[in-house]
């Protein structure tokens, strides 16, 4: 049992106090520095016996019903006890006495002074007085020798700074002899007590404890000369056995004042003290394990304690448990609750220690006390009996001061997340995004009150709880209510399923016998129990059992959104203060797996889990009591990033935010203020306040720390849109485009920033986040402002970017093969819309930055060959990285693209087919000629599809054409994007007038195939008459033929196209017939002839248009 | 201008609601609204969060200045200081009215709030007949008055001036009476 701190009480204003005790102990005397003594009959009494004796008391002293006090007239009196009518003058000084004791039997009182001087006077006779002079330092304090042969005072004691004045030691220095015998004189020097023996003077023993910090002020015998007390200047007790040397307790004054007064009481196990500030305080029970009171007592408490402690059964604990989770950690934190902590644990021994040594100690203890202060002689007996016992029990003993490493600390309770403690009369259940469940336990009745924040979801209801229903929680389908068991009735959930379309919308389920429901959630369709068994059953929101799994630890909270199931538990013990919780995160959705198993849960120091659940899209958080708000990065690996500090908002030091929803999109934190303490009371009603997040970077004064806080809270805060489409739930594809816009320019900022700043490297480090679009401009950006290794380096990056680009596209593309064979055309066809729609935002990001760019590359493409585009290609990769570019407006073009060069025909072909339908879209009567010039060339061109990846191509190219809409959309832009050489090309190809002019739209393809390095129209042109005089006469007439003749032509024209056009379509089923065989049956032919049809039924659009 | 007319004024002045339903933001003439979240505050005017109140589509929040402590101290200011103090809304008293009229469930306190407010408002009138009293006694040209509000500018001021106008027009009246003819009837 340690020893009870009883809460310290006000004695008398703040300053220099004094304490003892009478000489039954039957109360305590203070005096301070209102010149005031006080008798109090305990540490209640709110009516103390008040003896005005001066205008400050310094030191007072009692002993048979004389009051010796030292005033601040510099005198020292005397009053009777308890009248405490004045007795006259027992000596005078030339300033005040600092310190006044009694000899053993009370003839004699001796007084040391500021003036240097110890006087030693006769109570009776006040005129027997003895000075002793001498001394070179103000006395600090004094104390008689038993037997009367010494005085000792400490002055200018060789261990102890020299000090002018009383108010400037650092400690008052209160020496002490052992009350009896007198053997032992302790002084408190600095953090430890110095022990001397009598007559040799020889420093016998030290007495020390690492719990002292700072210097010991006071020390005092108990009554059996046994236990020593000091008492230091931040506000710790010590207590040691002086035989064995053991610490027995380690007490700190609550507040951290300097004690400057301890008493014994004279035959109980009690410490009065008092502080500089003027309180008093009591400690109770101190060293009783050593079996001072009744040891069968004694053990009963220890057992009582420990059930307190750790159970949690009955009625105190839950108010410990409620305390636990609104304030007191405090408990835990402060030193003294760390010797409590571990008293408690010895306890655990004692207890067990003194069942075999009950009936020993009962005899002799019980009156070992009285017996002891009677009878002089019979004491060292008794004493030396328990010296025995302690041996006989050297765990118990030992135990205590050997152990200095970290101490457990008390595991949380569990809880639901947004619930106020269960003591409280008017309580929250629940407070959740849907709506909260209050709590009445009032004398009369106790019932429940569901209201809804959206009342289109249900009415508010009432129910009166005559269960004693604990814990709930709420969500749009039903409300679930649980209670513990109690002696008769087994623990129960009980959901009110108010969404069921059938009329019975309640059910209840009893848990096995011994299994208390400890925490629930909801999920959509389906709610979850954690029991103490450390199981967690799963059932359905109508009712029906589901999955059941053993827990790893004993559950803390749990939350439930969608499919998933958060879990949070013991994973072990804590240590100092901490906690030491896992995490497991299940999807219990079709696909039933484990996202997170049982992974540590990182938590402030010293601090507990304070709230636990998903943001309004679905992304696990939580919150822990230093009031850090954490969200899973599921994109870092599932780690947590801090992103709120809501003590940062708090006005005041024990302001709180009691967090009852996160949001990701508007970045929310939905939080009730709390003035002065952790939760809410119900009424006055609670209003919601929002906060803003903020990530913990660097330098976030500056304006490069704010972005790249910016940018990684907005990085975080989209983390579930990618879970969401991982997982196919619909989600906005705005706010997708959005965050990637703003992700993209706060990039585009950093960079700007850090070009401006001569930071070259960091500038390609942020280009390695930004997309291909952000990354060109950023090229763009370094050309202009002339950092031409920059750029250099940027167009590397881009390059690089780009192959990866295509390799993921690749990569994508044979999955969309594979899923071909296997799964129906909805289910790819859905993801490839979605795709459309983002590059078609892309496109017209793309679009912006390529118009900008077509202004400055006029004078500076040279530099920047990536600007060119499509035709003008350098070669292969290069090529890739331009269409690449737009390219992810049809990713399938540019996978082939990409290809090396042996197929780089392809690409071109593919980029003329895109031309094409780009033409064919603008449909305007000057470009129908072209339209079949292009046509008739094409067929030439157009590849044999050797490969799969071409088949795919064309046969993705219908598929998208299906979608019509988008694609008309998106290839304006597409052709925006182009490069202004190719826009020349449109322009001529409108109005061919020469037969070379024809001749050479029709070959331009083959000259860029052939010299790819060619980026300038003449020299297209150049080389094109170079072939076209190669030709033969007849071939140029025919062209010229062409070009005059026009309409008269057409006919013929169209002729050969057809024939033409067949011709690939031939290819196709060749093709695809050489596919069947090749490939899986499974690849349905139906939807190649689909693909076919849909291929006639183009071409058949085109011809129409002719 | 009647009070009414002040009380039209006074209903746009914004109000925090916490709304039951759930709505996207709306554009209005006057500006946009919402958006409405169920349980979160929201700042409407007050025409709108009476409406809304009235069809139960809402709990209003009460301004921080409806507080009993506040009101009180605002109350023995404006008793002790011979000048008008500041309110802390231009539209006190409207609000006041309004809001217990109608959200009274909503506003802890709501019948010693009425009081308060009544008790300074009718402080505050009675400052303002004083100092109207001794504006006109003395023939003052021109009074200085701060921290009036609209609804007590109105209530004196039409019949101030009217009384003003009156009075000129008696004494105007008076001093050719003297050699008027009409005297001589």
């Not at chain 2, 605002?74 to 609000?95: A, G």
Request: charged share 25%; hydrophobic share 30%.
């Amino acid at each position: 049992m340690p020893a009870t701190q009883m809460t310290m009480r006000y004695g008398h204003p703040e300053g220099h106090t004094d304490v003892c005790f009478d000489d039954s102990g039957s109360c305590i005397v203070t005096c301070g520095s209102d010149g005031d003594v006080r008798i109090w009959k305990d540490l209640d009494d709110d009516d103390p016996k008040s003896i005005n004796v001066g205008e400050r008391a310094y030191s007072c002293a009692l002993k048979k019903g004389k009051l010796v006090t030292s005033v601040s007239n510099n005198t020292v009196q005397i009053h009777t006890f308890p009248n405490g009518t004045p007795d006259g003058i027992l000596t005078r000084f030339t300033t005040n006495a600092n310190h006044v004791v009694f000899n053993k039997d009370g003839s004699k009182i001796a007084a040391g002074s500021g003036d240097f001087m110890v006087k030693v006077v006769d109570v009776m006779d006040s005129s027997q007085q003895k000075t002793f002079r001498g001394h070179d330092a103000p006395v600090l304090s004094v104390s008689l020798d038993p037997n009367d042969i010494f005085l000792t005072c400490t002055i200018s004691w060789p261990l102890l700074q020299k000090c002018n004045d009383v108010i400037n030691a650092k400690s008052i220095c209160r020496l002490a002899w052992q009350p009896k015998t007198g053997k032992l004189l302790a002084i408190p020097v600095g953090n430890t007590i110095k022990l001397y023996k009598r007559e040799t003077w020889k420093n016998e023993v030290d007495l020390s404890d690492n719990f002292i910090t700072l210097p010991l002020n006071v020390v005092t015998w108990s009554p059996c000369e046994k236990y020593l007390a000091a008492g230091s200047i931040n506000g710790c007790i010590v207590v040691w056995n002086v035989e064995t040397k053991d610490c027995m307790e380690r007490v700190k004054h609550e507040k951290g004042y300097t004690i400057c007064g301890l008493a014994w009481h004279p035959t109980s196990r009690q410490i009065a003290y008092t502080d500089a500030e003027g309180n008093l305080g009591l400690l109770e029970n101190v060293c009783d394990k050593d079996g001072i009171k009744s040891s069968s007592k004694v053990s009963g408490m220890g057992n009582k304690d420990y059930n307190d402690l750790f159970d949690g059964d009955d009625d105190n604990d839950n108010a410990d448990n409620s305390n636990f989770l609104n304030e007191n950690l405090e408990f835990q934190l402060t030193p003294k609750g760390k010797t409590n902590y571990e008293d408690d644990e010895d306890d655990l021994m004692l207890a067990a220690g003194y069942s075999k040594h009950r009936n020993h100690i009962l005899e002799d203890d019980d009156s070992s006390v009285e017996v002891a202060s009677i009878e002089k002689g019979s004491y060292h007996e008794k004493d030396e009996e328990k010296d025995e016992q302690t041996h006989a029990m050297p765990l118990m003993t030992s135990q205590r001061p050997f152990y200095d490493g970290p101490r457990p600390s008390l595991p949380q309770k569990p809880f639901q997340s947004g619930s106020t403690p269960q003591h409280l009369s008017h309580r929250f259940m629940v407070w959740n995004s849907v709506g909260i469940i209050r709590c009445y336990n009032d004398d009369q009745d106790s019932a429940i009150d569901v209201e809804f924040h959206d009342t289109s979801i249900h009415h508010a209801t009432h129910l009166s709880n005559t269960l004693n229903y604990t814990i709930a929680d709420l969500s749009h389908e039903a409300i679930l209510l649980a209670c513990e068991s109690t002696t008769e009735l087994a623990s129960k959930l009980h959901c009110l399923h108010f969404s069921s379309w059938d009329s019975s919308k309640e059910w209840t389920v009893d848990m096995p016998p011994n299994e208390d429901i400890e925490a629930i959630c909801l999920g959509q369709g389906w709610a979850a129990s954690a029991t103490s068994a450390l199981l967690l059953r799963i059932f359905s929101i109508g009712g029906v059992q589901k999955e059941v799994f053993s827990l790893p630890g004993p559950v803390v909270s749990m939350a439930g959104h969608g499919e998933q199931l958060l879990i949070v538990f013991h994973r072990g013990t804590g240590f100092d203060g901490d906690q030491c919780l896992g995490i497991q995160l299940l999807e219990l959705g079709k696909r039933k797996r484990q996202v997170l198993h049982g992974d540590p849960l990182p938590l402030t120091k010293k601090s507990y889990l304070a709230w636990v659940g998903f943001s309004a899209e679905g992304t696990p958080c939580y919150v822990d009591s230093e009031g850090i708000v954490r969200i899973l990065n599921r994109r870092l690996g599932n780690t947590w990033t801090p992103i709120c500090n809501t003590k940062e908002h708090c006005k005041g030091k024990s302001d709180h935010y009691w967090v009852v929803g996160i949001h990701e999109n508007p970045q929310q934190l939905r939080c009730i203020p709390c003035k002065g303490s952790r939760f809410p009371p119900t009424l006055p009603r609670p209003a919601v306040a929002i906060l803003s997040f903020q990530l913990p970077y660097c330098q976030i004064a500056t304006e490069k720390g704010q972005m790249e806080e910016q940018f990684w809270r907005s990085f975080i805060f989209h983390n579930h849109l990618d879970y969401l489409s991982e997982n196919g739930y619909e989600y906005e594809e705005s706010t997708k485009n959005q965050a990637i816009k703003e992700q993209q320019e706060l990039l585009m900022k950093m960079f700007a920033l850090s070009c401006k700043l001569d930071r070259e490297f960091r500038c390609v480090e942020l280009a390695e986040l930004m997309t291909q679009n952000a990354v060109n401009l950023a090229i763009k950006y370094a050309s202009r402002s002339r950092r031409l290794i920059l750029a250099q380096r940027l167009s590397e990056l881009a390059v690089e970017k780009a192959t990866e680009l295509a390799a993921t596209l690749k990569e994508e593309e044979e999955d969309f093969r594979n899923k071909l064979n296997t799964s129906s055309t909805t289910e790819w066809s859905q993801p490839m819309v979605v795709n459309h729609k983002v590059e078609e935002n892309n496109a017209k990001d793309s679009e912006e930055d390529d118009e900008i760019e077509e202004k400055t590359d006029l004078h500076k493409n040279k530099q920047n060959p990536f600007c060119k585009n499509g035709n003008s290609a350098d070669g292969p990769a290069i090529k890739s990285v331009t269409s690449s570019s737009q390219g992810r407006v049809n990713p399938f073009k540019v996978s082939a693209s990409s290809k090396e060069p042996a197929i780089s025909v392809n690409s071109t072909s593919s980029n003329i087919l895109d031309n094409m339908k780009k033409l064919s879209k603008k449909s305007t009567v000057p470009n129908r000629t072209a339209n079949k010039e292009k046509s008739l060339v094409l067929k030439p061109l157009i590849p044999k599809p050797k490969s799969k990846q071409v088949l795919a191509t064309n046969f993705f190219q219908t598929c998208t054409s299906q979608t019509e809409k988008i694609e008309e959309k998106e290839n304006p832009e597409n052709s925006l994007s182009e490069s202004p050489a190719l826009s020349a090309q449109n322009i001529e190809n409108e109005r061919p007038k020469t037969g070379f002019q024809m001749w050479l739209e029709e070959n331009r393809s083959l000259i860029l195939a052939d010299h790819p390095s060619f980026s300038e129209e003449s020299d297209i042109i150049k080389e094109g008459i170079n072939r076209f005089r190669i030709l033969s006469d007849e071939e140029r007439k025919e062209w010229a033929k062409k070009a005059k003749g026009g309409t008269t032509n057409e006919v013929e024209i169209n002729e050969t196209e057809t024939k033409k056009r067949k011709q690939p379509s031939n290819d196709h089923t060749k093709e695809k017939e050489e596919e069947k065989t090749k490939e899986n049956v499974n690849l349905s032919k139906k939807r190649k002839s689909l693909a076919v049809s849909t291929n006639q039924k183009l071409s058949a659009f085109a011809f129409k248009k002719d | 201008m009647d009070s009414a007319e002040v009380e039209f004024l006074a209903e746009k002045e914004l109000v925090t609601i916490i709304p039951n339903f759930s709505l996207d933001k709306i554009y209005l003439i006057g500006g946009d609204l919402g958006p409405f979240n169920p349980g979160l505050p929201v700042e409407v005017p007050l025409w709108l969060a009476i409406n809304l109140k009235q069809r139960q589509k809402c709990r209003v929040i009460p301004p921080e200045w409806m507080d009993v402590e506040k009101l009180e101290e605002i109350r023995d200011q404006e008793r002790k200081e011979e000048t008008f103090t500041p309110m802390p809304s231009p539209y006190y008293m409207e609000l006041t009215k309004l809001l217990l009229n109608h959200a009274s469930d909503n506003i802890p306190k709501a019948d010693e709030i009425r009081t308060l407010i009544k008790d300074t408002w009718d402080t505050r009138i009675a400052k303002l007949r004083v100092s109207a009293d001794s504006f006109v006694k003395q023939q003052e040209a021109h009074a200085k008055l701060d921290n009036l509000t609209l609804m007590e500018i109105n209530t004196a001021g039409a019949f101030l001036t009217q009384a003003l106008n009156h009075m000129y027009k008696l004494r105007t009246n008076l001093h050719p009476g003297e050699s008027a003819p009409s005297q001589d009837f």
